[in-house]
């Protein structure tokens, strides 16, 4: 770990060590070395960044350092909400000379062995569902501003983005974030702007439990049909509803990476890896043809920015305390 560190490794990542509501609109700030700035996103980078600004020696830095600074996660004015371990925060996969055919995982501060030819496996199922994307690229904010952004630009496109298809009193599904018709059938988007452990297993889940719950649940896709006939612009959106009530639909997860898109399945931190292959095979039983497709990542990292100062409140005092005073 301290190798890939001082290196900068692009295959050691940084990530939040359990799952978070990311509509919450939380930040990201650094401690440990002296203050640091607040970020819109969660990356080894900004971590780097914080520690070249407190002209922190990366060879100098040992494990334990690791442990004691620490990963904030805070509201837009830099408040603090959560901490965690840098070290608990990081991902990494890596093999030791003398291990040969074993493979070490490191999440949440543990470490995992596992067999190399579990990975090839991993990756021999799973790399054939990587598919070209068919999505613009991505240059925005937030997530939620692609999605807008997409569908505000093709009139056939739904933006389903936190709408809900769950049956009343039944906790929310999101059915996706992007519909439309592709290829002769009903597409699913579900888009993820990261290649977090804890998120891409989100993501993976409700692709699937979106599916099952359209085929469990009538009401489920009265609510859909409902959605789509007010939140699409233009298009056919009677020929989407029919062939999502014929179940003439696909799945496709599309992902906004850091990293090059050749390298298809082993992009995705190990764990993710085998949520998907979890997600994918559970799909292929319901046979819902399902892929994966790397969204170009065209996004301009947005500054740091400090924390606010926050206002000192004056309070006026009792006027019997301003005569005792003035006596």
Known sequence: VLTAFRARDPDLN??????????????????????????????IGRYFAYLNAHEVDLNAMGIEDLRRHVLVLTDED???????????????????DDAEGETFHLCEGNWY??????????SAYLDPLFAASDLPAYAHASEGEYNAA???GDAAIACLDTQNISPDVQSA???????????????????????????????????????????????????????????????????????????????????VPRKDPAGRSLNLPLFS???????????QLMDVPASVIFIADQAVP??????????????????????????
Not at 211 to 224: F, G, I, N, T
Not at 275 to 282: F, H, P, V, Y
Not at 302 to 327: C, W
């Open 113 to 122: 062995r596992i067999e190399n030819a579990y990975i090839a496996r991993l």
């Open 150 to 152: 997409v569908a505000a």
């Open 14 to 43: 940084i990530t939040v060590p359990e799952m978070i509501n990311y509509s919450d609109n939380l930040y990201v700030t650094f401690a440990g070395a002296g203050r640091g700035l607040v970020y819109d996103d969660v990356y």
């Open 173 to 255: 599904v999101e059915p996706c974030d992007l519909l439309a018709v592709r290829d002769g059938v009903a597409t699913f988007y579900h888009v993820k702007v990261s290649t977090l452990s804890a998120q891409l297993s989100h993501l993976f889940n409700q692709g699937v439990n979106a599916v099952e719950l359209m085929r469990l649940e009538p009401q489920a896709v009265d609510k859909l049909e409902a959605l789509v006939r007010d939140l699409m612009a233009g298009g056919d959106p009677d020929a989407l509803v029919v062939l999502v009530r014929e179940r003439k639909y696909r799945i496709v997860f599309g992902i």
């Open 78 to 96: 830099g408040n603090s909400r959560d901490r965690y371990s840098i070290y608990k925060s990081l991902v990494f996969d890596t093999a030791l």
């Open 302 to 327: 947005a500054e740091g920015r400090k924390k606010k100062r926050k206002k000192k409140e004056v309070l006026e005092k009792p006027r019997e305390m301003q005569a005792e005073a003035a006596e």
């Open 273 to 283: 890896r085998i949520s998907l292959m979890r997600g994918m095979k559970a799909l």
